[in-house]
């Protein structure tokens, strides 16, 4: 029969990588321009992005600096023709020396506000910001159209083991679910970052995904939670160390062992409740092809990557990025967009779609399919046939 359909034909994949850049251009006395070098880096985080092409890109351990996300831009992100890509605002505590940022295609976004947890919830400092970032869908942002918002968490937790150290974790999370809660309205949350933990048992992580306030829980994409640390059971989820015993001061050492990295999801998301969803095991470790357990990314018997590719990711840092895509139902197909006229739908099966269109026969239009990953199948232009 005839269908004036609101069918999901409008979409676009979105990529989003996280990745802790191990004092990037920040020296401290165990990194200096001997062991961290940053010109170095630069070539590193090229590659990388390069190859991971990502629509969001987001980072700790950025150096203070209020240059530094500039030197990004400019040495691994606009370069080699590429001039889309954008950054968020500069944001501290005023005492860290390592810092999170964001950055964007513009193509596909624009950044309409930040903002940052910076107290915890008795008003202390806490040991980093929390950096919350706004953005929105460029192709839904249509006069009477349905704009598109997502939300991006940037943390990165206390390092160590100490009951301190997880008691200041613990803080950083309580104070962020705090200000979740407080939020008027709910939008699309992602949370990216370094958490630092060992196991989904602890404190901080369990704020986030256990909160007295269902509503506002966070999902793993991967459905791994459990005990991270030093399990082989993980070994394809683990982010650090890149740098098994060869390691340096700068870097960690003792190999792929821990889930340290993370990028979680809201309700929202999981349930596709406001346009966007997460794509079915596209949730990854760049470069961890699951047999790296206690061993270097870069070892000679990681196929997964180019060698070029794997030796950046051992030269940049002692984590790896985590990746994961999500689809956004950016518009769709309806009668108004096509001069009123009706489609038949006659066979949808193995990737088969007939249309028969009774208005506009022997016209030449523009044909592009998308499966729900993202991937374009037919872009063509077709004459219909006149039945």
């Known amino acids: ?74 040495n691994a ?22 810092t999170n940022m964001l950055f964007y295609d513009k193509r596909k976004f624009t950044l309409s506000g930040q903002d940052a947890v910076k107290k915890d919830i008795n008003n202390v400092d806490l040991v980093r910001v929390i950096d919350i970032y ?48 407080k939020q008027s309205k709910r939008y699309n949350y992602l949370i990216a970052g370094d958490f630092n933990v060992q196991s989904q048992s602890e404190t901080s992580f369990q704020n986030l995904v256990n909160y007295k306030t269902a509503s506002i829980r966070f999902f793993d994409p991967a459905d791994a939670l459990g005990n991270w640390n030093d399990n082989s059971n993980y070994s394809n989820l683990h982010t650090q160390s890149t740098h ?47 047999g790296r357990f206690n061993s270097d990314i870069n070892g000679t018997s990681n196929t997964s990557l180019s060698k070029t590719l794997l030796d950046a990711l051992y ?31 006659n066979t949808v099966f193995n990737a088969s779609l007939e249309l028969r269109n009774l208005d506009l026969a022997n016209q030449s239009i523009h044909l592009q399919i998308v499966d729900l990953t993202g991937k374009l199948l037919i872009n063509e232009n077709l004459t219909l046939d006149d039945e």
Request: include cysteine.
């Open 315 to 345: 030269g940049m840092s002692d984590h790896v990025p985590v990746i994961a895509n999500f689809l956004i139902e950016t518009g769709s197909l309806n009668t108004e967009s096509l001069f009123k006229s009706h489609f038949k739908l």
């Open 244 to 290: 098994g015993s060869a390691g340096n001061a700068c870097f960690s050492a003792g190999g792929m062992d821990d889930r340290f990295d993370f990028i979680l999801m809201s309700k929202e998301i999981k349930d596709r409740e406001k346009k966007i969803s997460y794509i079915d095991k596209t949730y990854k470790a760049l470069g961890n092809d699951g």
């Open 77 to 98: 992100l606009n370069t080699d023709g590429i001039n889309y890509y954008e950054q968020a605002q500069f944001s501290n505590n005023g005492f860290s020396a390592i």
């Open 1 to 74: 029969g005839l269908f004036a359909a609101n069918c999901l034909l409008g979409s676009d994949t979105l990529k989003v990588m996280h990745y802790n850049l191990l004092n990037y251009r920040n020296g401290t006395p165990q990194c200096d321009g001997s062991n961290n070098d940053a010109n170095l880096k630069d070539g590193y985080l090229k590659s990388i992005l390069h190859f991971a092409k990502p629509d969001i890109f987001t980072c700790n351990e950025l150096g203070s600096n209020l240059v530094n996300a500039s030197r990004i831009l400019d």
């Open 134 to 181: 706004t953005l929105y869908f460029n192709s839904t942002a249509k006069p009477g159209g349905d704009t598109i918002f997502l939300k991006v968490i940037v943390a990165h937790l206390k390092a160590g083991n100490t009951n301190e150290d997880k008691t200041e974790r613990a803080k950083m999370t309580e104070a962020l679910m705090e200000y979740l809660a």
